[in-house]
C-alpha cells in the first residue's frame, strides 16, 4: 500500500471510531428541539389523551441522542423555557412524564417554567414504563 493510501486508512478507520464522540458532543439546536417536541403541544395542553406518535417520535429522538450530554440536555431545557409562551396552559406534569406515556425509557431534564435549567439537568428524570400486555 502506497504511503498516501495508508495515512488516508488511518485517517479514515480514525474518523469512524470518533464519529460517535462528534455527535456527543453537538447539542441541539433550539429549532430542532422545537421541531421534535412541537407534536407534543396537544398533549400538554390536554387537548388530547395520549401523545401523538410523532411526539413520542420526537422524545425517543432527544432522549436518545443527547440524555447523556450535560450541555445539550441544559440546551433543552433553555429552549422550552425560552420558547413557549408561560401564557399557554401547559401541564408539565406531562411535559415531565412523556418517556413514561410513550412507553420508552429515556433521559431528560426536568422541565418548567421556573426551574434553573442549569441545576435541573443534574437532577434529571429516569423514566421507566412497562405497556401492558
Same mark, same amino acid.
Given at each position: 500500500?502506497?504511503?498516501?493510501? $495508508?495515512?488516508?486508512?488511518?485517517?479514515?478507520?480514525?474518523?469512524? @471510531?470518533?464519529?460517535?464522540?462528534?455527535?456527543?458532543?453537538?447539542?441541539? $439546536?433550539?429549532?430542532?428541539?422545537?421541531?421534535?417536541?412541537?407534536?407534543?403541544?396537544?398533549?400538554?395542553?390536554?387537548?388530547?389523551?395520549?401523545?401523538?406518535?410523532?411526539?413520542?417520535?420526537?422524545?425517543?429522538?432527544?432522549?436518545?441522542?443527547? +440524555?447523556?450530554?450535560?450541555?445539550?440536555?441544559?440546551?433543552?431545557?433553555?429552549?422550552?423555557?425560552?420558547?413557549?409562551?408561560?401564557?399557554?396552559?401547559?401541564? @408539565?406534569?406531562?411535559?415531565?412524564?412523556?418517556?413514561?406515556?410513550?412507553?420508552?425509557?429515556?433521559?431528560?431534564?426536568?422541565?418548567? @417554567?421556573?426551574?434553573?435549567? $442549569?441545576?435541573?439537568?443534574?437532577? +434529571?428524570?429516569?423514566?421507566?414504563?412497562?405497556?401492558?400486555?
Amino acid at each position: 500500500m502506497a504511503p498516501a493510501a $495508508s495515512l488516508s486508512a488511518v485517517a479514515a478507520v480514525l474518523l469512524l @471510531f470518533s464519529w460517535p464522540l462528534l455527535l456527543a458532543a453537538e447539542q441541539p $439546536s433550539c429549532q430542532l428541539v422545537i421541531s421534535q417536541l412541537g407534536p407534543c403541544l396537544p398533549y400538554v395542553l390536554r387537548s388530547v389523551r395520549m401523545p401523538p406518535d410523532m411526539c413520542c417520535n420526537g422524545v425517543l429522538f432527544l432522549g436518545s441522542r443527547y +440524555s447523556q450530554d450535560h450541555e445539550a440536555r441544559q440546551a433543552i431545557c433553555e429552549c422550552v423555557q425560552h420558547s413557549i409562551s408561560p401564557v399557554l396552559p401547559i401541564d @408539565f406534569d406531562l411535559v415531565n412524564t412523556l418517556p413514561i406515556a410513550c412507553g420508552i425509557n429515556v433521559h431528560l431534564p426536568k422541565l418548567s @417554567f421556573s426551574v434553573d435549567c $442549569s441545576q435541573s439537568v443534574h437532577h +434529571s428524570l429516569s423514566l421507566t414504563h412497562s405497556l401492558p400486555s
